[in-house]
């Protein structure tokens, strides 16, 4: 159940500060979100919602806060215009940078389940996530506008400058993961988001029908390029807010060998951040503009957008005419990712396990 604590002229790190102490003794723990709205928190427990209010309300006579200041706890504040209303018909697949940050430590078998699928969360090291949120929160609030962050049981409103310091928090506490949304300005249908999932997925993506695929993914090449030194492999595909997670690919084989993502890819995109791991493995990528944007780093890339992307469908799709997409996988050879190649390159064990 989540919560929101008010303060009038309070600082919102100071009241938040304060909501983890009166409610440490929570069970389950408290996470506490400063905004410009107010310090939200979630209690995971129904049953502890009451003690949670009575405490916050005789917090205020005790020697943290003056008597005179007056707290409220109330439901969720809801953002001003909702996720769905927004983007619902903006949603048709659109050019997204779609990510896969390094790991700290790497992945080892006993990371995952016997089906393939992960144990553990976010996995990045703090520096990478801080880079990481300093560039995402600027991008998605570009708008001004109020917007949200939400992962299932949370849903916090936020104000542009508010969606630094709650991304932060939330990457380290809210898997198997998060989105966080703004809308375009005066526009019905127009909207940006940036999700953040399991083993360092992180996807970007704008929604709206007044816009161009062509120049949306030129810019989700510059988010590429703007992150590459932090990457293990980028792409700009089609995506869809709330469809991102294992880079949209429907096959599991992707998620399920995530330790190969630093030297093979699912298969060719129109653009994308590559290791000299993966370039290596390369059979031809002559008719391709390969551009080094970092150590160790390759942007490598179509010169022609547009059959990958005037095709896009109502799915996640990519819709890439047959002969282009033959030509691209000739092109990357070795470097594909087959179940042949997962088989011969398991995820290793730790030693002495």
Same mark, same amino acid.
């Given at each position: 159940?989540? /919560?929101?604590?008010?303060?009038?002229?309070?600082?919102?790190?100071?009241?938040?500060?304060?909501?983890?102490?009166?409610?440490?003794?929570?069970?389950?723990?408290?996470?506490?979100?400063?905004?410009?709205?107010?310090?939200?928190?979630?209690?995971?427990?129904?049953?502890?919602?009451?003690?949670?209010?009575?405490?916050?309300?005789?917090?205020?006579?005790?020697?943290?806060?003056?008597?005179?200041?007056?707290?409220?706890?109330?439901?969720?504040?809801?953002?001003?215009?909702?996720?769905?209303?927004?983007?619902?018909?903006?949603?048709?697949?659109?050019?997204?940078?779609?990510?896969?940050?390094?790991?700290?430590?790497?992945?080892?078998?006993?990371?995952?389940?016997?089906?393939?699928?992960?144990?553990?969360?976010?996995?990045?090291?703090?520096?990478?996530?801080?880079?990481?949120?300093?560039?995402?929160?600027?991008?998605?609030? +570009?708008?001004?506008?109020?917007?949200?962050?939400?992962?299932?049981?949370?849903?916090?409103?936020? +104000?542009?400058?508010?969606? =630094?310091?709650?991304?932060?928090?939330?990457?380290?506490?809210?898997?198997?993961?998060?989105?966080?949304?703004?809308?375009?300005?005066?526009?019905?249908?127009?909207?940006?988001?940036?999700?953040?999932?399991?083993?360092?997925?992180?996807?970007?993506?704008?929604?709206?029908?007044?816009?161009?695929?062509?120049?949306?993914?030129?810019?989700?090449?510059?988010?590429?390029?703007?992150?590459?030194? $932090?990457?293990?492999?980028?792409?700009?595909?089609?995506?869809?807010?709330?469809?991102?997670?294992?880079?949209?690919?429907?096959?599991?084989?992707?998620?399920?060998?995530?330790?190969?993502?630093?030297?093979?890819?699912?298969?060719?995109?129109?653009?994308?951040?590559?290791?000299?791991?993966?370039?290596?493995?390369?059979?031809?990528?002559?008719?391709?503009?390969?551009?080094? =944007?970092?150590? $160790?780093?390759? /942007?490598?890339?179509?010169?022609? /957008?547009?059959?990958?992307?005037?095709?896009?469908?109502?799915?996640?799709?990519?819709?890439?005419?047959?002969?282009?997409?033959?030509?691209?996988?000739?092109?990357?050879?070795?470097?594909? /990712?087959?179940?042949?190649?997962?088989?011969?390159?398991?995820?290793?064990?730790?030693?002495?396990?």
């Amino acid at each position: 159940m989540g /919560l929101l604590v008010t303060m009038p002229g309070s600082d919102p790190e100071r009241l938040a500060r304060h909501v983890r102490t009166v409610l440490r003794e929570i069970p389950g723990g408290v996470a506490t979100y400063p905004t410009s709205f107010g310090c939200y928190t979630h209690v995971r427990e129904a049953s502890a919602c009451g003690a949670a209010v009575e405490g916050l309300a005789a917090s205020v006579s005790g020697e943290a806060l003056p008597s005179e200041v007056e707290v409220r706890v109330a439901p969720p504040r809801p953002a001003a215009r909702s996720w769905w209303s927004v983007l619902r018909d903006g949603q048709r697949p659109r050019p997204a940078a779609q990510m896969g940050f390094s790991l700290t430590p790497v992945l080892w078998d006993r990371d995952r389940d016997p089906s393939g699928k992960p144990y553990g969360g976010w996995g990045v090291a703090n520096d990478v996530t801080q880079r990481l949120v300093e560039h995402a929160g600027p991008w998605v609030s +570009a708008s001004g506008e109020e917007g949200e962050a939400f992962d299932g049981p949370r849903r916090i409103a936020l +104000a542009a400058d508010d969606a =630094v310091g709650v991304m932060g928090r939330m990457a380290r506490t809210s898997f198997p993961g998060f989105d966080t949304w703004f809308p375009e300005p005066g526009r019905g249908d127009g909207g940006r988001d940036v999700s953040f999932g399991y083993w360092g997925q992180v996807a970007y993506v704008r929604a709206g029908s007044h816009l161009d695929n062509a120049a949306v993914a030129l810019e989700m090449a510059e988010v590429l390029r703007h992150h590459a030194a $932090d990457l293990d492999v980028g792409a700009v595909r089609p995506g869809q807010v709330g469809r991102t997670g294992n880079f949209g690919y429907v096959e599991s084989l992707w998620l399920e060998n995530r330790h190969l993502w630093t030297s093979h890819v699912q298969q060719p995109n129109a653009i994308q951040v590559l290791t000299s791991a993966h370039v290596e493995r390369a059979h031809d990528l002559s008719s391709w503009a390969v551009e080094r =944007v970092a150590e $160790d780093r390759w /942007l490598v890339a179509t010169p022609d /957008l547009g059959p990958w992307f005037d095709h896009a469908g109502d799915d996640d799709a990519q819709n890439v005419p047959l002969d282009v997409m033959e030509s691209a996988v000739s092109d990357f050879g070795d470097m594909l /990712l087959t179940p042949e190649v997962a088989a011969a390159h398991p995820l290793p064990s730790r030693t002495g396990d």
